[in-house]
Each structure stands twice: as C-alpha cells, then as structure tokens.
C-alpha cells in the first residue's frame, strides 16, 4: 500500500479510544468504585477538618511555641485537639457512655435519625431529579410549600386518629409535588433551564410562606409572631421508641420511601425511561420515549418526597410552621444525594451521616468548645473532594480529544504531502 493509503489509516487507528470494559462484572465494579470515593472523601474531609480543629486550638498555638525544642508537644497538642472534638462529635449523635440509664445512652442515636428524616427525604428527591438529568435545587421551596399545607390540613381540619395523619402526610407529598411540578411542566414545554426555575421557586415559596404567616388563616390566636396554630394530636407521628425520644415514625416514612425509589429506579418501567432520559434525551426520544412526560413526571416525583420532608418537620417534630421550618434541609439535600451518588440507599447513608454532623456538632462545642463551623467545613470538603474526581476527567477527556484532533490534523496534512 502506498505512504498516501497508510496515513490516514494510522491516523484513524490513534485517534480511536481504547475499548471500555464490557463484562458482566463492570457495573459491579464501577458501583463499587464510587462507594470507595465517597468513603476516601468522607476521611479526607474529616482528616482535614481535624487539622483545621488543631490549628484553630489554644493548646496548639502555646506549643507550638517551642516546636523546634520539643515537636512532640505541639504534635501531641494536635491529636488531643482534634481527638477530643470527635470524640464529643461521637458522643453527641451515636452513643453517649456518660448516661446513666440506657435511654441516656442511646438518646444521641435516636436524634441523629430525627434530624436526618427530613435529609434523607428531601435527599431521595435531588437524587431522583439527578438520575433523569435534571438539577433540583428547589427542595429548599418544595419543602416549604409540602409543610405550609400539611401544616394547614393538621390544625384547621378535625379527623378522625390515623385518617388526620394520613391526610397531613398526602397534603403535604401534594403540596411539593405541584410545587416541583411547575418546573417540570415549564421545563418540557418552554426549555426553561430547571435550575433557573428551582431557584426563583425557592424564594418565592419562602415569601409565601412568611406571607401566609401573617394572614388570620395561618396566624395562632392571639399571637403576634409569625407562627400558625399548632397541628392537632391526631395529625402528629407517634413517638417510635416512647415520649422521652423525639424520634418519631416519619423515620419509617424515610425508609419506605427510599424503599419506593430504589424499585421505581430499577424495577418498573417508568423508572428505566427516567433514567434513559437522564443518560441520553436524545436516544430515549429515538426509542419512543416521552422526554417531556419524564420531566414533568420526575419533577413532580422530586417534589413530593420534599413535601415529605415539610411533613416530617410539621408532625414529627415542630408542630407548628414557621418561616423557618425549612431550616437549611433543603439545600443540604443537594449534598446528601452527591455524596449519595444518587442512589437510594446512597442517598440513605448519606443522610445518616449529615444527621449525626448536625446532632454531634451541638455537643462537640459544648463540650470542648469548638465552633460548630466546623462541622459546614467539614460537609463542604466532602462535597468538593466528591465533585473532584469527576472535573479532572472532564479535563482530562479534553486534553485527549484536542491531542486526538492535534494528530488527525497532522496526519492528514502528511498524506497531502
């Protein structure tokens, strides 16, 4: 063959990626290496954050004073810092050996699974938007719309026992849901990027809500701060292990529900369209699938498990709805389905351990007296050490495809010659 039949085929043969894996075994293993990832971050985060304790502590700073005398001081210094806010940290949101009674001791544990009911509920719906390629960032809005309803149908109608909570429960999934639905529904129909939307929904929920506030319909009587009445008996989640825990049975709501997503995920039909739509829109529409009907049916999905989260805030804990009875679980969401990876079960852990962060912070500065910051720190470099790996393949694949383009070019400019 001639120099000008040869080029192009040598050129054509460097420019080709090397095959991916195809076994059986490679969804194993790539599941596997994202569970890994997420551990290696949680450890980083925490090795780093432990350093930030040391360096930010009295002891450490007196010293590392004479360091070049006696190292051993400062570094000792370091350990007992950092150990002594983690071992406050484990006390506060798993296990508290100080108790006297075995309630006492098991008291941490049932607050971190109170406060990450609302995390992993509000999680499951980011992470289902994400596997249909869609980015909720309205939780924040979805929650708040789902507890001003449930809160509404709790003290302003009179049920029956079990018949009352299941109507707060439905008010409040229907509540995010149509909030959730509206970006859906503008989504598919005008394009409208659904980030934008969550956004602008976000604060708009947020100024309903302290709107409503002020209106005789939501106000308590005789109050002049912006609180409603509180939800009725009949409306409220028992308590799951007795009235000395806050723990209620919206956590078996968070377990039933991250339940439902992992079988509509992977065992029904609607489930595997979501997913094509999020892998590749344009390939689901190829097959017949309706990518406009999965925006709006996942937003609406999305949405309801956020209100979800409004419900267990409303008859699990709060009893009453507040401009504030979103706290921050909304956007903290956003972090639990990443480090989640979007799974259910991910998203699941990953709640947990956002909920023992928050109910171990509190007893952390009590009892040693570091600021609670530490514990935003720590979940921020968990979430930039997760969002790292992926951006270096992202500049990794460009390197690639403009050396593939560098050589094509080179090539073919050969063979004309």
Known sequence: MSATGAAPAVAEQQSVPP???????????????????????IVAALVLGGLLIAVTDERVADAAGYFFARPGDTL???????????????YGAVYNPS????????YPLTETLTVATPL??????????????????????????GAALAAWVGFAWQLPVGVHLLAVVLAGALGGALWGGIVGLLKARTGAHEVILTIMLNYIALNLVAYLLTRPAFLRPGSSNPISPQVAETAMFP?????????????????????????????????????????????????????????????????????????????????????????SFGFDAITVALLGR???????????????????????????????????????LIVLFIALPPLLRTGQDRVRRRRGRGTTTIATEGARV
Do not use: C, K
Request: charged share 10%.
């Open 120 to 145: 992993i509920l509000a999680g499951l719906g980011v992470a289902v938007a994400f596997r249909a390629g869609l980015f909720n960032i309205g939780a924040q809005g979805q929650l708040l719309i």
């Open 76 to 90: 000792a210094a370091m350990w007992a810092a950092a150990s002594s806010a983690y071992e406050a940290m484990f």
């Open 99 to 106: 108790g006297t009674t075995f309630a006492q001791r098991i």
């Open 19 to 41: 095959p991916t894996a195809t076994t059986p075994d490679a969804p194993r293993r790539t599941w596997l290496g994202s569970a890994l990832q997420s551990v290696l971050a």
């Open 239 to 327: 308590r799951l292990l007795g009235e000395q825990f806050r723990l209620h049975w919206g956590f078996v709501l968070a377990v039933l529900a991250t339940v439902f997503v992992a079988w509509l995920l992977h065992r029904s039909t609607v489930g595997f369209e979501l997913r094509a739509v999020g892998a590749n829109p344009r390939a689901a529409r190829t097959a017949g699938i309706s990518v406009t009907r999965g925006y709006v049916v996942v937003m609406l999905l999305a949405g309801a498990l956020a209100g979800l989260a409004g419900v267990a805030q409303i008859a699990g804990t709060e009893r009453a709805l507040t401009s504030g009875i979103a706290a």
């Open 342 to 380: 979007s799974r259910p079960w991910g998203t699941f852990f990953a709640g947990l351990l956002y909920g023992a962060f928050r109910a171990g912070g509190v007893t952390m500065q009590s009892m040693t007296g570091t600021n609670i910051d530490i514990v935003l720190v720590v979940q921020s």
